[in-house]
């Protein structure tokens, strides 16, 4: 089946035909563009007979003329909530909503209260190459899939609807995660779909990225010619519920369990060394393409179990500091953490931010002690 898209922006045709053509080459995805309407009646009746699968709203639609001629006085944002709002009085159906701007528009113009009317947001300038065309392509698919699956789920047992939308067994499940998750069951499909895309595919914990999965095991994906066998291996260990073609993700639960029957030999995965880790997985699999993860600089432990928020790397959280703004992360998340190098360094600190008040101290006094050892040398 292919899923059609409304795409609004106010750009000619000829100016976006590239990003159009590189999101569906893939196949299973259709891009009609559309001006705005420029004026808000006609635009709201437009929305009011959409029959798509999915919308993509650029943020600003005032810099060319829209389908009347006249400049729009409104936003995609202003869209997104006018569609939200006939959704939830059932004059329209449910869909997906992708918001995709420029990194400065987003940052100067987009009132981050209607952040939650978007299933997506997406920088016009990550569209850099093929992978990345790919992989919106993938998670627009897997959005349109996934509401269509929600909108025809059978709500009246939440247990059961909760089960079917994650493809796991409900009693395996995180208590408190199978708990909340049962109380969004009744509510809008879009708010269905925000809290498992935010708190559950996008959010390390319950699933893992394949990125954390090689941490836990110890291996360096760029290094290791047999990873795509392993990866094989653990495919049944992968999440197989709803949005699951947008988002590569395995269950860290059946991960542990794998691991404790089938490879470690008495040794838990966490205290185990990456090295070890790696002897292990060759010794039981025979993959000797496997190559360990190396440490960070100034890092003690290869004990890896979480990913550097600066240097996108394997780390021992004892080697890290705690990231700030996660005060109010759900149980089942797993904690972000900054590398000592990454930290003292700055690398990348839009991706983290800052550490926590509670590392402040511990901070200083890792500045003051590798700046002496940088005298000493």
């Not at 569609?83 to 990194?103: C, H």
């Not at 940052?107 to 997406?122: M, N, P, V, Y």
């Not at 089960?163 to 995180?174: D, K, N, P, V």
């Not at 928020?309 to 149980?331: C, H, T, W, Y």
């Amino acid at each position: 089946m292919e899923y059609r898209y409304l795409y609004i922006d106010d750009w000619d045709k000829k100016d976006i035909a590239g990003t159009i053509s590189g999101i569906e080459a893939g196949g299973g995805i259709k891009i009609e563009h559309s001006k705005p309407a420029g004026d808000w009646e006609r635009e709201y009746d437009r929305i009011a007979q959409l029959s798509f699968q999915g919308v993509i709203l650029d943020l600003r639609l005032q810099e060319k003329a829209g389908l009347d001629g006249n400049y729009a006085k409104y936003s995609g944002a202003i869209i997104a909530h006018a569609i939200r709002e006939m959704a939830k009085e059932k004059t329209i159906n449910e869909f997906p909503l992708v918001l995709f701007s420029g990194n400065y528009n987003l940052q100067q113009f987009f009132d981050k209260t209607g952040e939650d009317a978007f299933d997506l947001r997406i920088l016009k300038e990550e569209l850099n190459n093929n992978s990345a065309f790919e992989t919106l392509r993938l998670k627009l698919l897997a959005l349109a899939r996934g509401y269509d699956w929600i909108n025809h789920l059978n709500r009246e047992n939440p247990s059961r609807a909760v089960e079917q939308l994650m493809g796991f067994g409900y009693e395996a499940l995180e208590e408190r995660f199978r708990q909340r998750m049962e109380t969004y069951i009744n509510k809008p499909t879009h708010d269905i779909a925000a809290f498992i895309v935010r708190n559950l595919l996008e959010k390390e914990g319950l699933l893992i990225s394949e990125q954390l999965l090689a941490a836990r095991l110890g291996i360096e994906i760029n290094a290791s010619n047999d990873w795509p066998k392993l990866k094989l291996i653990l495919n049944d260990f992968s999440y197989k519920g709803v949005f699951m073609e947008g988002w590569s993700r395995w269950w860290m639960y059946n991960i542990e369990h794998w691991w404790d029957e089938a490879i470690g030999e008495g040794l838990r995965l966490q205290p185990t060394s990456a090295s070890k880790r790696v002897d292990l997985l060759k010794g039981k699999l025979g993959l000797d393409g496997l190559v360990p993860a190396n440490k960070i600089e100034k890092a003690r432990s290869d004990q890896f179990w979480i990913i550097c928020q600066g240097l996108k790397r394997p780390l021992d959280p004892i080697d890290g500091l705690f990231v700030s703004g996660q005060e109010n992360a759900f149980p089942w998340q797993s904690k972000q953490y900054v590398s000592h190098e990454a930290a003292i360094n700055r690398i990348s600190i839009e991706d983290w931010k800052d550490v926590a008040a509670s590392e402040k101290d511990k901070l200083d006094q890792l500045k003051t002690f590798y700046s002496r050892e940088r005298i000493r040398r």
